[in-house]
């Protein structure tokens, strides 16, 4: 099972809206609602901050969103900030024995 | 408040064996899966294997089949990942994870802080 697709680098200034996409196939995104995302600033572990393609737990702000399209999925960042600068990186079930397959990594730049 | 602790960073030799642990509290242990994530340096997160600490099935990706093992002791509600003989390749970051649910699909909802593993000669 190959990594999902994601973009290497996206960047926008403060108060922008970027979008990152997690391009998979018809095994993984494509045949379920199972997308989480984290978020990992440098040195420090993944955080959780989308599941099931759009919910988000609590206390992650409603500037982050979901969505899903066919075998791709997408983080978008609204009113992007400083401390939005990190390394985003989409997840989805993919069933049989390899259960998870995560996405190559997105690096987000806030200019 | 639910928190994996991660034991620390290990240098190890080619051929060497290994454990490295993981310390849950916070929760009940027993009824949430534990995963673990490697992430080699400067590259993605790739998910290894989980384990459902209740009865200790494990459940490891066919990427990792058979280069470790994944173990837990319920008593002192710790995880293990073990290598019984190391390779310069396994040289990362290994985070636990745990599984927000009892579904197969539910997210990893809290991580450790990670354990950088340094295997050279």
């Known amino acids: 099972q190959s990594a999902l697709t994601q973009p290497r680098s996206v960047s926008g200034s403060p108060g922008q809206s970027v979008t990152i996409s997690c391009i998979g196939t018809?095994?993984?995104?494509?045949?379920?609602?199972?997308v989480s995302w984290y978020q990992q600033s440098s040195g420090k572990a993944p955080k959780l901050i989308i599941y099931?393609?759009?919910e988000r737990p609590s206390g992650v702000p409603d500037r982050f969103s979901g969505s899903k399209s066919g075998s791709t999925a997408s983080l978008t960042i609204s009113g992007l900030q400083a401390d939005d600068e990190a390394d985003y990186y989409c997840c989805s079930y993919a069933g049989g024995y390899t259960f998870y397959v995560f996405g190559t990594g997105t690096k987000v730049t806030v200019l | 408040e639910v928190q994996l602790v991660q034991s620390g960073a290990e240098v190890k030799k080619p051929g060497e064996s290994l454990r490295i642990s993981c310390k849950a509290s916070?929760?009940?242990?027993?009824?949430?899966?534990i995963g673990w994530v490697r992430q080699m340096p400067g590259k993605g997160l790739e998910w290894m294997g989980n384990?459902?600490?209740?009865?200790?099935?494990?459940r490891i990706s066919p990427s990792f089949q058979g280069q470790v093992t994944i173990s837990v002791d319920k008593s002192i509600t710790t995880a293990y990942l073990q290598w019984s003989s190391l390779k310069a390749s396994d040289t990362a970051i290994y985070y636990c994870?745990?599984?927000?649910?009892?579904?197969?699909?539910?997210?990893?909802?809290?991580w450790g802080q990670g354990t950088l593993v340094t295997v050279s000669s």
């Open positions: 916070g929760y009940s242990f027993t009824t949430y899966w």
């Open positions: 384990i459902y600490p209740g009865d200790s099935t494990a």
């Open positions: 018809s095994s993984d995104v494509g045949d379920y609602n199972y």
């Open positions: 099931a393609v759009t």
């Open positions: 994870a745990r599984r927000e649910g009892i579904a197969v699909t539910d997210p990893f909802d809290y």
